[in-house]
């Protein structure tokens, strides 16, 4: 069974700085898909961003980008420049492979202050 | 696209009430999920079906749940009887099974239920 971890249940950070939320996960597949979700006090699902473990490089999305560290099972996601509209819970996920499910970690609640 | 759609968006019940849940995937997408959110456990994995089928149905907490899928557009989760600790936010979520390549799964809003 996979598990994932946040260890972090909550964070703040001011306007325009970085922030970095951490997760681990335990699998022994070799290959999978890795993700960050957010979501917001509409509790919409969001995908932020999605790394492939077949992949070296890491992940990056305009703000948003990973450290992705396949040996030690650690992915974690940097917010740069962060904004009021950042403020959220962000879940990490694991799948498998397209039509499997993502098994998500607890969450980590990130509020952006002014 | 209209995206996923889930009906209906907040239900409130008292306990030994039968509730449905409706789920409409989005159109060509061939795998369905049911996931559960509360406080306490966050976010699991209840059912899933591929091609209308289901694969895993390991998260379903009791006899109490049911889901069914009768087609490729409708699916619904049933809890007969509610109890109060099934109160929690339902998604439904929709993808596109391909092993060659990866296809985002997408969620509904979600349904708050809440069991008095």
């Known amino acids: 069974a996979q598990t994932v971890t946040q260890s972090q249940p909550e964070m703040s950070v001011q306007e325009a700085e970085t922030v970095t939320l951490s997760c681990t996960y335990d699998?022994?597949?070799?290959?999978?898909?890795l993700f960050w979700y957010k979501q917001p006090p509409s509790r919409q699902m969001i995908l932020v961003i999605r790394?492939?473990?077949?992949?070296?490089q890491n992940a990056t999305e305009n703000r948003f980008s990973v450290n992705f560290q396949k040996a030690a099972k650690s992915f974690s996601l940097k917010i740069s420049d962060s904004q009021l509209g950042d403020t959220a819970m962000y879940f990490c996920a694991f799948t498998r492979n397209s039509g499997y499910a993502l098994n998500f970690g607890k969450g980590t609640s990130l509020l952006v202050t002014p | 696209d209209a995206g996923v759609i889930q009906s209906p968006r907040h239900e409130v019940t008292e306990m030994g009430q039968e509730v449905t849940l409706r789920c409409k995937p989005i159109s060509g997408h061939n795998s369905l999920f049911w996931y559960r959110q509360t406080m306490m456990r966050g976010l699991e994995l209840l059912i899933y079906?591929?091609?209308?089928?289901?694969?895993?149905d390991s998260g379903m907490p009791e006899d109490r749940f049911s889901a069914k899928m009768p087609n490729a557009s409708f699916s619904t989760l049933k809890i007969q009887p509610s109890e109060p600790r099934d109160s929690a936010v339902y998604f439904c979520?929709?993808?596109?099974?391909?092993?060659?390549?990866?296809?985002?799964?997408?969620f509904g809003p979600g349904t708050r239920l809440t069991v008095l």
């Open positions: 079906f591929n091609n209308n089928v289901p694969i895993d």
């Open positions: 979520a929709s993808s596109l099974k391909d092993l060659s390549s990866y296809n985002e799964q997408f």
């Open positions: 790394q492939e473990a077949y992949k070296q």
């Open positions: 699998t022994s597949e070799n290959n999978y898909y």
